[in-house]
């Protein structure tokens, strides 16, 4: 499960798949959405698309529906009986030879309540997508119990064999723990050593043992596009000393870097080895300031090198049952929801950099990266993209799904559906703010 997806993902062709791929499984899921709740609500699909352009594949299904597959995988459509075009905006001119009934199984001529359960459930079924992987996770490698109970011990430099799964930590440098949380906030508080004396409960019974510091300057994950990333630095690497300063916690790791306010830092860092024990490198990176989202609300601004840091060992598992996977599955795609529209709202009041908002290149290099690190971390960048999508989707602009909703709100109060005047007009400017939008975005990736 940790092994790469394709070797040498860092190249462009890589990259490029990588994204091909990711784009190809959300947009056929999002366009799954329309067309199915459409079938359910009556109203018949001439064409579902994956991609534009010359047609690759292609086949006529029962339902009287071409299914294909085009050559610039860069999208898709679901083109319904009577549309104009794929943007569903307008009829053409079979609709006006239909009878009431053949013009009922339309876009056009569909009831309200039918048009917008078609419309919004493309959006919905990304949330689902994003809420079946995240729960799925969850139902596979169990939720992590609160009591601060030993599971697999990491690998550390100087490994110290005195703790074994299924240990339950009491105390630390006689600091009572209750909770894994516990055991993080004391680990945030302690001077920082190469280890601690630890109480521990052990086939019932108490025992005093030396064990590693509780939050080791260990890179649980390296955040791919990120100083550590460029660089090479992996997963389970351990920085052992910052320009000559042996450094021994995470925290500590984390006060020096941004003690440098963005000043080149000299890494000394210990990476196992296949075959065991590890080696020693040295690296030198720059810090990036980022503007991250606070627990109370807002952004602030750190330097980061771009890795993320744990306790010394995996805690231990329970298994989440399915609703407790569900559960978890609809709070991860909240937080991501939650957590765009934060940076976006402050992205537009100028309270934090616009470098925070990616383009089609920065995302298609993200796709790449994650992929290099495994089909776990891959499916996963999956299901954040897939929720980052049907959220935009949402948005109440012309030309996306969430500017029709808004024009069948509007045909619900006033009982008649906008002018198409007033319709093309209100698309045309869709159209150009999202092409602005994707030009600011893309001119983004190349300047920040």
């Known amino acids: 499960m940790d092994a790469s997806l394709i070797p040498q993902f860092g190249g462009f062709l890589w990259t490029a798949v990588a994204f091909i791929v990711a784009l190809s499984i959300i947009v056929a899921i999002h366009e799954y959405g329309h067309y199915i709740v459409g079938r359910w609500c009556g109203i018949k699909a001439d064409v579902f698309s994956i991609g534009f352009g010359p047609i690759i594949f292609s086949r006529m299904d029962k339902h009287g529906t071409r299914w294909q597959v085009a050559a610039l995988p860069l999208g898709g459509y679901v083109k319904f009986r009577g549309d104009a075009n794929a943007a569903s905006v307008g009829a053409d001119g079979s609709v006006q030879q239909m009878t009431p009934e053949e013009?009922?199984?339309?876009?056009?001529?569909?009831?309200?309540w039918r048009r917008s359960a078609t419309v919004l459930a493309g959006p919905v079924f990304n949330f689902i997508l994003s809420i079946l992987i995240f729960g799925g996770f969850a139902l596979m490698s169990g939720r992590t119990v609160d009591e601060p109970v030993i599971g697999p011990l990491k690998l550390l430099p100087e490994e110290v064999v005195t703790l074994q799964p299924?240990?339950?930590?009491?105390?630390?440098?006689?600091?009572?723990?209750?909770?894994?949380?516990?055991?993080?906030?004391?680990?945030?508080?302690?001077?920082?050593?190469?280890?601690?004396?630890?109480?521990?409960?052990?086939?019932?019974?108490?025992?005093?043992?030396?064990?590693?510091?509780?939050?080791?300057?260990?890179?649980?994950?390296?955040?791919?596009?990120?100083?550590?990333?460029?660089?090479?630095m992996r997963p389970g690497d351990v920085i052992t000393a910052i320009d000559g300063q042996e450094i021994h916690s995470f925290n500590a790791l984390r006060n020096t870097v941004a003690a440098g306010e963005g000043a080149p830092l000299g890494l000394t860092v210990w990476r196992p080895t296949e075959g065991g024990g590890g080696e020693e490198l040295e690296f030198t990176l720059t810090p990036r300031g980022q503007d991250l989202p606070?627990?109370?609300g807002g952004f602030e601004r750190r330097w980061l090198i771009g890795v993320n840091g744990g306790l010394f060992f995996e805690p231990a598992t329970e298994s989440a049952g399915p609703i407790?996977?569900?559960?978890?599955?609809?709070?991860?795609?909240?937080?991501?929801?939650?957590?765009?529209?934060?940076?976006?709202?402050?992205?537009?009041?100028?309270?934090?950099?616009?470098?925070?908002?990616?383009?089609?290149?920065?995302?298609?290099?993200?796709?790449?990266?994650?992929?290099?690190?495994g089909t776990v971390s891959f499916i996963w960048f999956i299901a954040v993209l897939s929720a980052a999508v049907g959220m935009l989707n949402l948005f109440p602009i012309p030309?996306?799904?969430?500017?029709?909703?808004?024009?069948?709100?509007?045909?619900?109060?006033?009982?008649k559906p906008p002018s198409d005047t007033a319709v093309r007009i209100l698309m045309t400017v869709g159209i150009a703010m999202m092409l602005g939008l994707m030009v600011f975005a893309t001119w983004n990736d190349f300047t920040c």
């Open 294 to 296: 606070l627990d109370e």
């Open 399 to 415: 030309v996306l799904d969430g500017g029709h909703l808004v024009f069948h709100a509007y045909e619900g109060v006033r009982g």
């Open 166 to 232: 299924g240990d339950k930590v009491l105390a630390v440098a006689g600091i009572e723990v209750e909770t894994l949380a516990d055991l993080a906030t004391t680990a945030e508080a302690l001077e920082p050593s190469p280890t601690l004396p630890y109480v521990i409960l052990r086939d019932g019974q108490e025992m005093l043992v030396d064990a590693a510091f509780p939050m080791p300057a260990r890179a649980d994950a390296v955040m791919p596009r990120s100083a550590a990333w460029d660089i090479g």
């Open 103 to 112: 013009r009922a199984q339309t876009m056009t001529g569909a009831s309200l």
């Open 324 to 373: 407790g996977a569900i559960s978890y599955g609809v709070t991860q795609t909240y937080e991501v929801i939650s957590s765009s529209l934060s940076a976006l709202g402050h992205i537009a009041a100028q309270k934090i950099s616009v470098c925070n908002l990616s383009g089609p290149v920065g995302i298609a290099q993200t796709a790449g990266a994650v992929a290099s690190q």
